[in-house]
């Protein structure tokens, strides 16, 4: 037991956890993230809706599905990367699993995520 404190402890310590909105799987989002060429540094954007949220702590990730010239491509971001500039939600999305493997085998119109509508009860 003790080590699992100390492994916890350390972990809390080497951290930092950046302030990320809050999204959840099914959200459409913009990962934009710094890449190394050479001694060149740039920022590209990754766009896409949330597949799946797993792991906590330091190990927690995420699967962000684009569509590229008609073909998929997941790429799995770690919350913990230094690389991440920033995450922005474009929209919210309503879904009712935790993870939508079902998209893989969707194409087109299908392969769509309802979107979320806030409503208010000022009746």
Do not use: C, W
Not at 4 to 9: D, P, S, Y
Not at 54 to 68: D, E, M, N, P, Q
Not at 90 to 105: E, M, N, Q
């Amino acid at each position: 037991m003790k080590e699992l404190e100390a492994i916890q402890f350390v972990q809390d310590q080497l951290l930092t956890k950046p302030a990320f909105p809050s999204f959840k799987t099914g959200d459409t989002i913009i990962v934009t993230y710094k890449i190394v060429e050479g001694d060149k540094t740039r920022e590209q954007d990754y766009r896409g809706d949330v597949i799946q949220i797993k792991g906590h702590a330091l190990t927690r990730t995420f699967t962000v599905r684009k569509i590229s010239h008609g073909v998929g491509v997941e790429r799995i971001f770690a919350f913990s990367n230094p690389n991440i500039a920033a995450i922005q939600v474009i929209k919210r999305g309503r879904v009712r699993r935790a993870r939508l493997y079902y998209l893989r085998g969707l194409v087109g119109k299908k392969a769509r995520i309802k979107e979320l509508k806030y409503t208010s009860n000022d009746n």
